[in-house]
């Protein structure tokens, strides 16, 4: 298995641009989550999703759009990329809650990341 | 709203113990994770607790009290590659028949010989 997987790794963008980052996952997860990371900010969700066809906003969702067409795949668009969308991009993805189990059925495993640059 | 917080920067000698703290202020908790990352890589899953006490795996362990609102991740028999930021992460219930994570903004450890 490949786990979770995330294209581009990197990405150089100029202020406007648009861009699609695609997460895959072969662990028939229902659960996805997009995630940015900032030096001194930690970790902070931005969109996720339950399942096909479903979308939910997290903490960060301005400027960015998500779809989940296909239980395996989750896309996160940036309309128009910002400076301030410079960041690293987590995708991770969980099976639904079940009852109990240490480690949880829940434990979101992340993929590599996607560095974005927006100039 | 969720507020966690843990330390900056630790430093610690290979061979040594080391604590790393966590504390949380949070509504609808339901267990805390910790998650490590090494520099360029992917955060990797740790432990987990969900019930007061301690969870040991090899030369991790992980604390958690839940009135005190409070967890602790300790690393023994520390090794170089031990050297990475390690992450606190709570989880709460959505209402949405699913949970979020809200991450700590993670404690970068550097293990020196």
Partial sequence: NAGVTQTPKFRVLKT?????????????HEYMYWYRQDPGMGLRLIHYSVGEGTT????VPDG?????????????GLESAAPSQTSVYFCASSYRDRAGGNPPSETQYFGPGTRLLVL | GQNIDQPTEM???????????????????NGLFWYQQHAGEAPTFLSYNVLDGLEEKGRFSSFLSRSKGYSYLLLK?????????YLCAVRSDSGAGSYQLTFGKGTKLSVIP
């Fill in chain 1, 56 to 59: 939910a906003k997290g903490e």
């Fill in chain 1, 16 to 28: 406007g641009q648009s861009m699609t980052l695609l997460c895959a996952q072969d662990m028939n």
């Fill in chain 2, 77 to 85: 028999e520390l090794q170089m590659k031990d050297s990475a930021s």
């Fill in chain 1, 64 to 76: 960015y759009n998500v779809s989940r067409l296909k239980k395996q795949n989750f896309l996160l």
């Fill in chain 2, 11 to 29: 430093t610690a000698t290979e061979g040594a113990i080391v604590q790393i703290n966590c504390t949380y202020q949070t509504s609808g908790f």
